[in-house]
């Protein structure tokens, strides 16, 4: 593994995706240019920053003027993309892994979340207080591949057998699985998400995020971009991430505004529960690493995640072995 993720970090660094020209971290604007953003799933918490940016001005000072799309179904995002019908998508680490390894040409410019949100979750009344508790019970997931996977690397690193576990697709019912009485826990929710309505609930649930129960850490949501256009659209793409920076800091700054502009964008949503999920989440959307800005991307952590990922047979190809999947050129303070 380690000569993984020397090849990555070499390639990282001599590969220069964004290289377009010096950096230019002030970007002025003169006349807005439209670029559409394909959200991961309904406008909700972890997309505060977006909001806040949009709001405001940040976008419009740097030139750009954004427009979040929801996808009809949740597999859309990287497909539009790269077919050329967005200009960015929000999506996940494990996604664009997968849409890569099927050979798609897309790359991740930053990280909106730097963690795993999804998280093993349980109701106090299914006496489920650690991962081995899980033995000879029902497990509910989303019926995505990786998430089967998550569940038998944690199992297995707390010494329970797979073979002993049901594993039950309950689609994005999760919750109502849980409640209903049909699982005993599900794989597939978000500690800043499913846990907070549960708690606000007062089910008291078990929350274990899956960096904690032996999967190797990646980046929840991250921003994709074709490959071209990391090379050939390095101001544009320069210009959204100083202005998503803007955003974030002004999250930070009032989480309660920052909640009001995300129900203002989806009124079907509760504040309560988008200022809760904001506030659990603000740790996360920073690197752990000292001096690195907001979006930063560690390129040995995502090989390690790849590598996972290939030996768990969830890749056909080595990730390691192609151009990497990621690049920070265009965070501020970064690049050329």
């Known amino acids: 593994m380690s000569r993984r993720i020397a090849a990555l970090l070499a390639l990282l660094a001599c590969l220069g995706l964004g290289a377009c020209g010096s950096k230019h971290d002030v970007v002025s604007a003169h006349s807005a240019k439209p670029f559409t953003l394909m959200l991961d799933f309904f406008p909700n918490a972890d997309h505060a920053a977006l909001y806040s940016a949009i709001a405001h001005g940040d976008f419009r000072a740097v030139g750009l003027n954004v427009q979040p799309q929801t996808p009809a179904e949740p597999a859309d995002p990287l497909k539009l993309l790269a077919a050329g019908r967005v200009d960015m998508a929000i999506s996940y680490e494990p996604e664009l892994l997968l849409a890569r390894d099927q050979g ?6 930053g990280a909106l979340v730097q963690r795993p949100l999804t998280s093993i979750i349980a109701l106090r009344s299914a006496r489920v207080g650690r991962v081995a508790d899980l033995k000879g019970k029902t497990v509910g997931t989303a019926g995505i591949p990786y998430q089967s996977a998550e569940l038998r690397t944690a199992l297995q690193a707390a010494g329970v057998n797979p073979a002993s576990v049901k594993e039950v697709n309950v689609g994005f019912n999760l919750i109502p699985a849980m409640l209903s009485g049909k699982v005993a826990a599900t794989l597939g929710g978000f500690w800043n998400y499913e846990a907070i309505q549960l708690t606000q609930m007062h089910r008291h649930p078990v929350t274990i995020p899956v960096d904690r129960a032996g999967v190797p850490p990646y980046d929840e949501l991250v921003l994709v971009v074709r490959a ?9 793409l320069r210009a959204f991430m100083q202005a998503l920076t803007r955003g974030e800091r002004e999250v930070r700054a009032d989480p309660r505004a920052a ?3 995300v129900v203002k964008a989806n009124s079907s949503l509760q504040l309560k529960l988008q200022l809760a999920s904001i506030e659990q989440t603000l740790p996360a959307t920073l690197p752990s690493a000292r001096g690195r800005p907001f979006g930063w991307q560690d390129a040995a952590a995502w090989a390690s995640f790849g590598n996972w990922m290939y030996t768990h047979r969830l890749l056909r190809r080595d990730p390691a072995r192609g151009l990497p999947p990621l690049t920070n050129e265009f ?6």
């Not at 798609?104 to 410019?109: F, R, T």
């Not at 071209?228 to 544009?236: E, L, P, S, V």
């Not at 965070?331 to 050329?336: D, H, V």
Request: glycine content about 12%.
């Open 104 to 109: 798609l040409k897309l790359v991740s410019v």
């Open 228 to 236: 071209q256009d990391a090379r050939k659209r390095g101001q544009d």
């Open 259 to 261: 909640a009001a502009l």
């Open 331 to 336: 965070l501020p303070g970064e690049g050329i």
